[in-house]
């Protein structure tokens, strides 16, 4: 079976200068976890490209991986050829045809000689490879809006590739210490959860469910997110503590506006329990400055009040089709939208207080006399496990 050859692009770290080694080895190792289950495949680093290579039917997990890097700004499937520009010229070629095949009516080449003993620079490289598409007319050139970029890189192997795809960029999930997400089934949590990834967060995430209140469904549509969120986070532990005593106590004994802020006040409050024990360092939550009446600055200023932890909120000046658009780009959108509330109408209050003071909602909190239960229902969490390798094992065997 012919080994197959991946490039990848490294993106912002190569900027971190001291940093830099440790952010490129946790690079390789977060590839090489997704990998790990997979036969006869390498992971290395050098000269800032990431190579993987392996088996040609390991294409489609290296490609899943690869997809979900973090840490790089693109990649593709390459073919290694002789280091002269004959070699060049016809792999160049055969590149061409294939694309033609796709639908490509144009073409350009960009070159890169990394390796400055190659007689011919990168201008003349990019003059010299394509002279036989253009004489059979293969393809026409279009230096502006190419069908298809053809890339020639000249390092201690020549590579040939076409079409590199984008990826996430960011830095490399584990550089940036551990948090945990409040990870509801709707559309914006996901979404915090995967920016804090970018920025090399590993995340944990937890749950608050209210069975019967809410249905099994909107459980499932978390672990989906959750599972989503692995794929470029490694892998996430999704804590699920059974709230509906707490929910009920709130409904039983608060004026019906602070309701649904209160909710948010004791979430607060069991995810730094949590936090405690799994080693967090903060909260992040999907909130967006105004969306909803529990997300005034006045009401954040009292959830924020009520943590130990600092509570991150990456989409806070976002706005709802931003962060749809993102949603839709890391493929949780199709999950969020699931019809399962995640929660019951006969605990939304019809006119929730807008701007609560923190003094006051302290009293409000205090009533409830709700520590123990907050207690209770951490202790009664259950916690599953998602990660990329069990993806990858599922879906590919
Ligand atoms: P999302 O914000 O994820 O689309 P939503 O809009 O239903 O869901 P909001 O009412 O906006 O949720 O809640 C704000 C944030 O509080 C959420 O982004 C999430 O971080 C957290 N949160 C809300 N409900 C839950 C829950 N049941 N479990 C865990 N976190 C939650
Ligand atoms: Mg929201």
Not at 148 to 171: D, H, M, P, W, Y
Not at 221 to 229: F, I, N, S, T
Not at 368 to 376: A, F, K, R
């Amino acid at each position: 079976m012919p080994a197959i050859t991946y490039l990848a692009k490294l993106g912002e770290l190569t900027l971190k200068g001291l940093n830099r080694r440790d952010f490129e080895r946790r690079l390789v190792e977060n590839a090489r976890f997704g990998l790990s289950g997979v036969p006869a495949v390498s992971v290395r680093l050098r000269a800032g490209r990431l190579y993987i290579e392996g088996p040609e039917q390991a294409a489609g997990v290296i490609e899943c991986v690869l997809a979900h890097l973090i840490g790089i700004t693109g990649w593709a499937r390459s073919v290694i050829c002789g280091k002269h520009i004959e070699a060049i010229r016809e792999t160049v070629y055969r590149q061409a045809l294939d694309a033609r095949t796709a639908g490509a009516k144009s073409f350009k080449i960009e070159a890169r000689r990394a390796d400055k003993s190659f007689p011919l620079n990168s201008y003349q490289i990019c003059v010299e490879a394509p002279s036989r598409i253009v004489e059979e007319g293969i393809l026409t050139v279009d230096v502006h809006g190419p069908d298809a970029v053809i890339n020639v890189e000249i390092r201690e192997q020549c590579f040939v590739f076409t079409n590199a795809r984008k990826s996430c960029r960011g830095l490399p999930v584990g550089s940036s210490g551990k948090g945990l997400l409040l990870l509801s089934g709707g559309i914006d949590s996901p979404v915090a959860g995967y920016r804090m990834l970018r920025r090399g967060m590993r995340l944990d995430s937890v749950y608050f469910h209210a069975a019967p209140y809410t249905s099994e469904g909107a459980k499932k549509k978390v672990e989906d997110l959750a599972q989503v969120l692995a794929l470029y986070g490694l892998d996430t532990h999704l804590n699920t503590i059974p709230f509906t005593d707490v929910q009920l106590r709130i409904k039983e004994r608060a004026p019906g506006a602070f309701t649904t802020l209160l909710l948010r006040v004791c979430m607060v409050k069991a995810a730094n329990l949590l936090a405690g024990r799994t080693g967090a360092q903060c909260l992040i939550t999907g909130e967006s400055l105004g969306q909803v009446a529990s997300q005034t600055n006045e009401n954040l200023r009292v959830t924020e009040t009520a943590s130990r932890c600092p509570i991150y909120r990456p989409l806070i000046g976002m706005d709802k089709e931003e962060i749809i658009e993102t949603a839709k780009a890391i493929g949780a959108y199709d999950t969020s939208i699931l019809p399962y509330e995640d929660c019951c109408v006969i605990f939304s209050p019809k006119h929730p207080a807008l701007r609560t003071d923190v003094m006051e909602m302290q009293a409000i909190y205090d009533k409830l006399d709700i520590d123990g239960l907050i207690q209770e229902a951490f202790d009664r969490r259950e916690i599953t496990h998602f990660t990329i390798k069990n993806y990858i094992r599922e879906r590919w065997g």
